[in-house]
Protein backbone atom coordinates (compact mmCIF):
# COMPACT_ATOMS: atom_id res chain seq x y z
CA UNK A 1 0.00 0.00 0.00
CA UNK A 2 2.90 2.08 1.30
CA UNK A 3 4.60 1.50 -2.37
CA UNK A 4 1.29 2.46 -4.44
CA UNK A 5 0.27 5.52 -2.19
CA UNK A 6 3.62 7.11 -3.24
CA UNK A 7 3.16 6.35 -6.99
CA UNK A 8 -0.26 8.08 -6.54
CA UNK A 9 1.64 10.77 -4.76
CA UNK A 10 4.05 11.33 -7.67
CA UNK A 11 0.74 11.34 -10.38
CA UNK A 12 -0.71 13.46 -8.55
CA UNK A 13 2.08 15.50 -8.69
CA UNK A 14 2.55 14.92 -12.43
CA UNK A 15 6.22 13.29 -12.26
CA UNK A 16 4.34 10.26 -13.64
CA UNK A 17 1.28 8.94 -15.67
CA UNK A 18 0.15 5.56 -17.32
CA UNK A 19 -3.49 4.14 -18.55
CA UNK A 20 -3.97 2.79 -15.44
CA UNK A 21 -3.15 5.77 -12.99
CA UNK A 22 -6.47 7.14 -13.01
CA UNK A 23 -7.85 3.91 -12.17
CA UNK A 24 -5.41 3.07 -9.17
CA UNK A 25 -5.27 7.13 -7.96
CA UNK A 26 -8.62 8.51 -8.52
CA UNK A 27 -11.14 6.29 -8.99
CA UNK A 28 -10.93 3.47 -6.78
CA UNK A 29 -11.19 0.51 -9.42
CA UNK A 30 -7.50 -0.94 -9.24
CA UNK A 31 -7.04 -1.63 -5.41
CA UNK A 32 -4.25 -3.80 -3.67
CA UNK A 33 -4.79 -7.15 -1.93
CA UNK A 34 -1.46 -8.75 -1.18
CA UNK A 35 2.63 -8.36 -1.78
CA UNK A 36 3.71 -11.65 -3.80
CA UNK A 37 7.15 -10.66 -3.98
CA UNK A 38 9.07 -7.60 -1.84
CA UNK A 39 12.56 -8.25 -0.35
CA UNK A 40 14.84 -8.82 -3.28
CA UNK A 41 14.77 -7.76 -6.39
CA UNK A 42 11.55 -6.92 -8.04
CA UNK A 43 8.14 -5.72 -6.78
CA UNK A 44 5.49 -7.66 -7.19
CA UNK A 45 1.71 -6.64 -6.01
CA UNK A 46 -1.37 -8.82 -6.78
CA UNK A 47 -4.37 -6.27 -7.10
CA UNK A 48 -8.21 -6.35 -8.20
CA UNK A 49 -8.95 -4.47 -11.35
CA UNK A 50 -12.08 -4.23 -12.13
CA UNK A 51 -12.96 -7.27 -10.39
CA UNK A 52 -9.87 -8.68 -12.98
CA UNK A 53 -7.17 -10.40 -10.54
CA UNK A 54 -4.05 -8.33 -11.98
CA UNK A 55 -0.54 -8.61 -10.85
CA UNK A 56 1.40 -5.44 -10.48
CA UNK A 57 5.23 -5.55 -11.04
CA UNK A 58 8.22 -2.96 -11.05
CA UNK A 59 12.17 -3.38 -10.98
CA UNK A 60 12.22 -0.35 -8.18
CA UNK A 61 9.83 0.18 -5.63
CA UNK A 62 10.49 3.94 -5.95
CA UNK A 63 10.01 5.92 -9.35
CA UNK A 64 13.10 8.38 -8.50
CA UNK A 65 15.03 5.01 -8.28
CA UNK A 66 15.31 5.39 -12.40
CA UNK A 67 17.94 7.09 -13.70
CA UNK A 68 16.11 10.37 -15.44
CA UNK A 69 15.45 10.42 -19.10
CA UNK A 70 18.31 13.43 -19.55
CA UNK A 71 16.24 14.61 -22.68
CA UNK A 72 13.50 15.70 -20.34
CA UNK A 73 16.38 17.60 -17.77
CA UNK A 74 17.38 19.27 -20.49
CA UNK A 75 13.49 20.31 -21.05
CA UNK A 76 12.52 21.18 -17.92
CA UNK A 77 11.00 24.31 -18.67
CA UNK A 78 8.79 23.04 -21.68
CA UNK A 79 7.20 19.89 -19.82
CA UNK A 80 9.31 17.81 -22.90
CA UNK A 81 6.81 19.23 -25.71
CA UNK A 82 9.79 20.42 -27.90
CA UNK A 83 11.46 16.86 -27.83
CA UNK A 84 11.64 15.90 -31.79
CA UNK A 85 10.28 12.85 -32.81
CA UNK A 86 12.93 11.69 -34.65
CA UNK A 87 15.19 11.87 -31.16
CA UNK A 88 12.54 10.09 -29.31
CA UNK A 89 12.47 7.37 -32.12
CA UNK A 90 15.72 7.11 -31.35
CA UNK A 91 16.16 7.11 -27.83
CA UNK A 92 13.39 4.10 -27.67
CA UNK A 93 14.87 2.21 -30.09
CA UNK A 94 18.59 2.66 -28.12
CA UNK A 95 16.46 1.29 -24.78
CA UNK A 96 15.15 -1.33 -26.71
CA UNK A 97 18.07 -2.73 -28.11
CA UNK A 98 20.02 -2.85 -24.88
CA UNK A 99 17.02 -4.76 -23.19
CA UNK A 100 16.56 -7.15 -25.96
CA UNK A 101 19.97 -6.97 -28.20
CA UNK A 102 17.54 -6.49 -31.26
CA UNK A 103 17.69 -3.77 -33.59
CA UNK A 104 13.97 -3.20 -34.27
CA UNK A 105 12.56 -0.69 -37.04
CA UNK A 106 10.61 2.32 -36.42
CA UNK A 107 7.75 0.60 -37.35
CA UNK A 108 8.21 -1.89 -34.95
CA UNK A 109 8.19 0.35 -32.01
CA UNK A 110 4.86 1.04 -31.30
CA UNK A 111 4.28 -1.03 -27.90
CA UNK A 112 6.64 1.56 -26.60
CA UNK A 113 5.30 4.82 -27.96
CA UNK A 114 3.81 7.13 -25.38
CA UNK A 115 0.83 8.55 -27.32
CA UNK A 116 -0.14 12.23 -27.94
CA UNK A 117 1.13 15.16 -26.76
CA UNK A 118 -0.61 16.58 -23.79
CA UNK A 119 -0.59 17.91 -20.48
CA UNK A 120 0.39 14.75 -19.02
CA UNK A 121 3.23 14.34 -21.55
CA UNK A 122 6.60 14.72 -19.72
CA UNK A 123 5.24 12.36 -17.22
CA UNK A 124 4.04 9.89 -20.06
CA UNK A 125 7.43 10.48 -21.27
CA UNK A 126 8.84 10.19 -18.14
CA UNK A 127 7.01 6.93 -16.96
CA UNK A 128 7.84 4.96 -20.38
CA UNK A 129 11.68 5.70 -20.09
CA UNK A 130 11.13 4.01 -15.99
CA UNK A 131 9.63 1.08 -18.18
CA UNK A 132 12.32 1.04 -20.40
CA UNK A 133 14.59 0.17 -17.83
CA UNK A 134 12.74 -3.08 -17.24
CA UNK A 135 13.68 -5.82 -19.44
CA UNK A 136 10.70 -8.24 -18.66
CA UNK A 137 8.18 -5.73 -19.30
CA UNK A 138 10.12 -4.57 -23.11
CA UNK A 139 9.76 -8.39 -23.18
CA UNK A 140 6.20 -9.04 -22.33
CA UNK A 141 5.45 -5.47 -24.70
CA UNK A 142 7.23 -6.92 -27.79
CA UNK A 143 5.29 -10.61 -27.82
CA UNK A 144 1.88 -9.67 -26.82
CA UNK A 145 0.59 -9.87 -29.65
CA UNK A 146 3.03 -12.54 -31.06
CA UNK A 147 2.75 -15.18 -28.77
CA UNK A 148 0.23 -17.34 -26.71
CA UNK A 149 2.75 -18.03 -24.06
CA UNK A 150 3.29 -14.54 -22.66
CA UNK A 151 1.87 -12.85 -20.64
CA UNK A 152 0.13 -9.44 -22.49
CA UNK A 153 0.70 -6.32 -20.58
CA UNK A 154 -2.55 -4.72 -19.59
CA UNK A 155 -1.43 -1.00 -19.11
CA UNK A 156 0.69 0.87 -16.52
CA UNK A 157 0.99 3.58 -14.22
CA UNK A 158 4.35 4.93 -14.15
CA UNK A 159 7.11 2.46 -13.47
CA UNK A 160 4.70 -0.40 -12.57
CA UNK A 161 3.07 -2.63 -15.51
CA UNK A 162 0.11 -4.58 -14.85
CA UNK A 163 -0.15 -8.03 -16.40
CA UNK A 164 -2.75 -10.81 -16.24
CA UNK A 165 -2.95 -12.93 -12.38
CA UNK A 166 -2.09 -16.39 -12.96
CA UNK A 167 -1.16 -18.65 -10.35
CA UNK A 168 2.39 -19.85 -10.97
CA UNK A 169 3.59 -23.29 -10.81
CA UNK A 170 5.36 -24.44 -7.80
CA UNK A 171 7.69 -27.47 -6.83
CA UNK A 172 5.23 -27.97 -3.61
CA UNK A 173 2.18 -28.75 -5.96
CA UNK A 174 2.58 -32.10 -6.44
CA UNK A 175 1.48 -31.73 -10.48
CA UNK A 176 3.96 -28.94 -9.87
CA UNK A 177 1.10 -27.15 -11.48
CA UNK A 178 -2.27 -26.44 -9.47
CA UNK A 179 -4.68 -29.05 -10.94
CA UNK A 180 -7.06 -29.46 -8.18
CA UNK A 181 -9.77 -28.02 -10.22
CA UNK A 182 -9.27 -30.63 -12.99
CA UNK A 183 -12.08 -32.66 -13.19
CA UNK A 184 -11.76 -36.07 -12.16
CA UNK A 185 -8.49 -35.31 -10.58
CA UNK A 186 -6.65 -37.42 -9.53
CA UNK A 187 -7.38 -40.09 -11.44
CA UNK A 188 -7.53 -39.91 -15.63
CA UNK A 189 -8.23 -36.52 -15.20
CA UNK A 190 -4.87 -35.25 -13.75
CA UNK A 191 -3.13 -37.72 -16.37
CA UNK A 192 -4.67 -36.01 -19.44
CA UNK A 193 -4.36 -32.73 -17.94
CA UNK A 194 -0.20 -33.63 -17.64
CA UNK A 195 -0.60 -34.73 -21.11
CA UNK A 196 -2.39 -31.28 -21.95
CA UNK A 197 0.41 -29.22 -20.48
CA UNK A 198 2.97 -31.09 -21.28
CA UNK A 199 1.91 -31.13 -24.99
CA UNK A 200 2.00 -27.36 -24.71
CA UNK A 201 5.52 -26.46 -23.29
CA UNK A 202 6.12 -28.70 -26.21
CA UNK A 203 4.29 -25.79 -28.64
CA UNK A 204 5.96 -23.44 -26.73
CA UNK A 205 9.65 -24.75 -26.79
CA UNK A 206 8.72 -24.98 -30.79
CA UNK A 207 7.26 -21.43 -31.22
CA UNK A 208 10.26 -19.55 -29.15
CA UNK A 209 12.75 -21.97 -31.19
CA UNK A 210 10.74 -21.14 -34.38
CA UNK A 211 8.56 -18.54 -34.61
CA UNK A 212 10.58 -15.08 -34.51
CA UNK A 213 13.89 -13.71 -35.92
CA UNK A 214 16.04 -15.29 -33.57
CA UNK A 215 15.45 -18.30 -31.14
CA UNK A 216 14.43 -17.31 -27.71
CA UNK A 217 16.54 -18.86 -25.05
CA UNK A 218 14.75 -19.53 -21.64
CA UNK A 219 17.36 -19.58 -18.89
CA UNK A 220 15.34 -19.71 -16.08
CA UNK A 221 13.03 -22.73 -16.41
CA UNK A 222 11.44 -23.59 -13.27
CA UNK A 223 7.37 -24.11 -12.37
CA UNK A 224 7.51 -20.99 -10.68
CA UNK A 225 8.22 -18.74 -13.56
CA UNK A 226 4.92 -20.44 -15.89
CA UNK A 227 1.85 -20.89 -15.11
CA UNK A 228 -1.24 -22.36 -17.05
CA UNK A 229 -4.52 -21.64 -18.64
CA UNK A 230 -8.00 -23.06 -17.86
CA UNK A 231 -7.11 -24.54 -21.03
CA UNK A 232 -4.11 -25.99 -20.34
CA UNK A 233 -1.78 -23.27 -22.14
CA UNK A 234 1.43 -22.81 -20.86
CA UNK A 235 2.53 -19.13 -19.99
CA UNK A 236 5.80 -17.95 -19.06
CA UNK A 237 5.28 -15.17 -16.41
CA UNK A 238 8.52 -14.45 -15.62
CA UNK A 239 10.67 -13.81 -18.39
CA UNK A 240 13.79 -11.56 -16.66
CA UNK A 241 16.00 -15.02 -17.79
CA UNK A 242 14.36 -14.76 -21.52
CA UNK A 243 17.49 -13.66 -24.29
CA UNK A 244 16.66 -13.82 -28.18
CA UNK A 245 19.97 -15.17 -29.50
CA UNK A 246 22.08 -12.50 -30.07
CA UNK A 247 21.90 -11.15 -26.38
CA UNK A 248 22.41 -15.16 -25.80
CA UNK A 249 25.56 -15.13 -27.69
CA UNK A 250 26.94 -11.88 -26.06
CA UNK A 251 25.99 -13.41 -22.58
CA UNK A 252 27.80 -16.92 -23.28
CA UNK A 253 30.71 -15.22 -24.52
CA UNK A 254 32.71 -14.68 -21.22
CA UNK A 255 36.25 -15.82 -19.87
CA UNK A 256 36.42 -19.36 -18.72
CA UNK A 257 38.82 -22.07 -17.48
CA UNK A 258 36.59 -24.97 -17.42
CA UNK A 259 33.02 -25.50 -18.78
CA UNK A 260 31.65 -24.75 -15.66
CA UNK A 261 32.48 -21.02 -16.06
CA UNK A 262 30.40 -21.09 -19.18
CA UNK A 263 27.37 -21.89 -17.47
CA UNK A 264 25.07 -19.31 -17.64
CA UNK A 265 21.87 -20.55 -15.22
CA UNK A 266 20.55 -23.30 -17.35
CA UNK A 267 22.05 -21.92 -20.61
CA UNK A 268 25.53 -23.88 -20.77
CA UNK A 269 28.48 -23.31 -23.37
CA UNK A 270 31.61 -25.01 -23.63
CA UNK A 271 35.17 -23.33 -22.45
CA UNK A 272 37.66 -23.57 -25.31
CA UNK A 273 40.48 -23.94 -23.42
CA UNK A 274 42.82 -22.63 -26.31
CA UNK A 275 41.44 -19.41 -25.65
CA UNK A 276 39.97 -19.49 -22.44
CA UNK A 277 36.88 -18.18 -23.81
CA UNK A 278 33.32 -19.63 -23.51
CA UNK A 279 31.64 -20.23 -27.53
CA UNK A 280 28.90 -18.11 -27.90
CA UNK A 281 26.76 -21.07 -28.87
CA UNK A 282 24.37 -22.81 -26.34
CA UNK A 283 25.25 -26.09 -26.46
CA UNK A 284 22.02 -27.47 -24.68
CA UNK A 285 18.37 -25.98 -25.42
CA UNK A 286 14.97 -25.37 -24.20
CA UNK A 287 13.29 -28.49 -24.71
CA UNK A 288 16.47 -31.03 -22.89
CA UNK A 289 16.05 -28.42 -19.70
CA UNK A 290 12.15 -28.60 -19.78
CA UNK A 291 12.41 -32.35 -20.24
CA UNK A 292 15.12 -32.33 -17.28
CA UNK A 293 13.27 -30.17 -14.68
CA UNK A 294 9.74 -30.74 -15.60
CA UNK A 295 8.44 -33.12 -17.75
CA UNK A 296 10.84 -35.90 -15.44
CA UNK A 297 8.85 -34.82 -13.14
CA UNK A 298 6.30 -36.09 -14.36
CA UNK A 299 7.05 -39.28 -16.56
CA UNK A 300 9.69 -40.72 -14.25
CA UNK A 301 7.20 -42.77 -12.56
CA UNK A 302 3.78 -44.41 -13.88
CA UNK A 303 1.46 -41.78 -14.68
CA UNK A 304 -1.58 -41.99 -12.11
CA UNK A 305 -4.07 -43.83 -14.09
CA UNK A 306 -3.98 -47.32 -15.78
CA UNK A 307 -5.84 -46.29 -18.68
CA UNK A 308 -2.33 -45.56 -20.12
CA UNK A 309 -1.24 -48.89 -21.38
CA UNK A 310 2.23 -49.75 -19.60
CA UNK A 311 4.08 -49.80 -22.79
CA UNK A 312 3.19 -46.65 -23.55
CA UNK A 313 4.40 -45.23 -20.28
CA UNK A 314 7.69 -46.76 -20.74
CA UNK A 315 8.16 -45.39 -24.22
CA UNK A 316 7.41 -42.02 -22.79
CA UNK A 317 9.70 -42.19 -19.41
CA UNK A 318 12.78 -43.36 -22.07
CA UNK A 319 11.82 -40.59 -24.63
CA UNK A 320 11.85 -38.09 -22.20
CA UNK A 321 14.82 -39.64 -20.25
CA UNK A 322 16.89 -39.34 -23.70
CA UNK A 323 15.94 -35.89 -24.05
CA UNK A 324 16.94 -34.44 -20.70
CA UNK A 325 20.12 -36.42 -20.87
CA UNK A 326 22.71 -33.27 -21.37
CA UNK A 327 25.61 -35.52 -22.71
CA UNK A 328 26.07 -33.54 -25.84
CA UNK A 329 28.92 -33.66 -28.43
CA UNK A 330 31.59 -30.94 -27.86
CA UNK A 331 30.88 -27.81 -29.24
CA UNK A 332 27.20 -28.90 -30.51
CA UNK A 333 23.87 -28.32 -30.05
CA UNK A 334 21.90 -31.94 -29.88
CA UNK A 335 21.67 -32.99 -33.39
CA UNK A 336 18.70 -35.39 -32.51
CA UNK A 337 16.32 -32.45 -30.76
CA UNK A 338 13.85 -32.95 -33.31
CA UNK A 339 13.68 -36.49 -33.59
CA UNK A 340 13.24 -36.52 -29.39
CA UNK A 341 10.62 -33.46 -30.02
CA UNK A 342 8.27 -35.40 -32.25
CA UNK A 343 8.51 -38.44 -30.61
CA UNK A 344 7.38 -37.12 -27.22
CA UNK A 345 4.63 -35.54 -29.00
CA UNK A 346 3.37 -37.95 -31.09
CA UNK A 347 3.48 -40.09 -27.71
CA UNK A 348 2.01 -37.45 -25.35
CA UNK A 349 -0.89 -37.21 -28.38
CA UNK A 350 -1.13 -41.49 -28.18
CA UNK A 351 -1.13 -40.94 -24.57
CA UNK A 352 -4.35 -38.40 -24.63
CA UNK A 353 -5.87 -41.12 -27.16
CA UNK A 354 -5.95 -43.97 -24.64
CA UNK A 355 -7.38 -41.61 -21.68
CA UNK A 356 -9.89 -40.64 -24.32
CA UNK A 357 -10.77 -44.08 -25.14
CA UNK A 358 -11.02 -44.89 -21.77
CA UNK A 359 -13.35 -42.58 -21.18
CA UNK A 360 -15.97 -43.83 -23.55
Request: aromatic share 10%.
Amino acid sequence: RRILAALCQDYRGGALAGDLCEDLCVAGKLLFQRCLHYNRGKKVLQADWRGRPVVLKSKEEAFSSFPPLSLLEEEAGGGGQDIPEAELLLMVAGEVKSALGLELSNSSLGPWWPGRRGPRWRGQLASLWALLQQEEYVYFSLLQDLSPHVLPVLGSCGHFYAVEFLAAGSPHHRALFPLDRVPGAPGGGQAKAISDIALSFLDMVNHFDSDFSYRLHLCDIKPENFAIRSDFTVVAIDVDMAFFEPKMREILEQNCTDDEDCNFFDCFSRCDLRVNKCGAQRVNNNLQVICDKIFRHWFSAPLKSSAVSFQLQLQLQEAVQECADPEVPSGNTRRDTPSVFWKLRQLLQATLRELQEAEK
